[in-house]
């Protein structure tokens, strides 16, 4: 049988040179992509996302940061870019996979060997599909004031309680939650970090319907719910720890100009649609965007660079967090803008597909809310790097 020239072997990408790196990923995507999957300002999720990602699993470009030793492509920082840079030229739809992203490098790091032995095959084959649990109605930003319980009772423990804005958990069959194990005099002690099914006796799940008109998160309820001990990632009472290992990556993902790029193709496309792409006021705010999305990249490298050698560049993080999605909602308000009476119904041309300008905008609003709001990002720049006064 014939070995297709495309497929990943198993080799270990990093000894490739960038530019054949490259050059395979693309001919993949060019020759293996569903044109569904080339809809770059609409969110693939459910069965399809998880149809797309079998597919990169088959073909050996799924979990592109994992480690080859956990099933990865064990990309280094400037490969990981090149396959982020790809999948944008291919016009790619932007896809969350918590387990990928979020649950699976933190069982890495911190699960106990039988966790990651039951967990990472299904994330990287999408048996699973997690959401997460950690907002609650009045822990949001003051996350740590979270209020739901875990209670132990012999080898299990007892959770009651209500997350909200849990994203995708509809459809997710498996949940990583932070909950309340004791109440100390540090509010960020006795916090623990737990794993749930979402078919277990006594979780419910209600969508919200955003303003958009999608049902991307919901509530969800927790009465009684029994989820064995051997479930806790880390020790009990260290999930607060456990959940801030990961918010560098978490706000790298946040942070890349991928969302900048897709809306400044669309502007660029209503540009042309409306014949105005000649006109100074069109150029001028044209250029001022391109200049900060320059910008913007440049923050991104230097930051996955700093990232990439074990380092914590949290200032970084938090100014890369609120440069790109407050770029991403200007880009997004200058096209709302110029479609004028159009724009809350107008269907732009790009490539192949269209963009939906209100649904671009609309995708832009919570940026600057969800992996810690814009005045958080601030506060902390204010204290860390200016030295100002908490509060
Ligand atoms: C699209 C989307 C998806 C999400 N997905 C998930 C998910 O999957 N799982 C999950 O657990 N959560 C999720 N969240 C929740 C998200 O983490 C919270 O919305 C966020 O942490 C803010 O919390 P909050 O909504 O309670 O707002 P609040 O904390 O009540 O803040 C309200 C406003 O006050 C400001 N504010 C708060 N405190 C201060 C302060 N000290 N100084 C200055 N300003 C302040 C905030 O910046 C914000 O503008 C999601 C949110 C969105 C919008």
Known sequence: MSVDPCTNTGEDFDALPDHEFRARFRRWLEQHCP???????HRLRGQRAREWFRLLYRHGWRAPAWPREH?????SIPKLIIYDEELDRAQISRTVDMGETHLGPTLMKLGTEEQRRLYLPSILNCEHWWCQGYSEPNSGSDLASLKTRAEKEGDDFIINGQKI?????????????LV?????AVKQRGITFILAEMSTP????????NLAGDDDFCEVFYDNVRVPARNVVGRVGEGWAVSRSLLGMERLFIGSPRNSQIAMRALHSLGEVLGISGERAFATAWAELSLELHAVQCLYRETARVLGQGLNPENELSMLKIAATEHFQRVTEAMMDLAGEYGPIGEVPVGSDSVDIR??????RPATIYGGSS????NIL????????ND
């Open 202 to 209: 006594g979780i419910t799940v209600k969508p919200i319907i």
């Open 382 to 389: 204010s204290r860390r790097m200016l030295k100002l006064p």
């Open 165 to 177: 804005w849990s994203s995708f958990a509809a459809e997710a069959t498996h949940v990583f939650l």
């Open 359 to 364: 649904q671009l905008y609309m995708l832009a």
């Open 35 to 41: 044109a569904d999957v080339r809809r770059p300002a």
């Open 375 to 378: 005045e958080i990002q601030r």
């Open 180 to 184: 309340r194990t004791s109440t100390e």
């Open 71 to 75: 099933g990865g492509m064990g990309l």
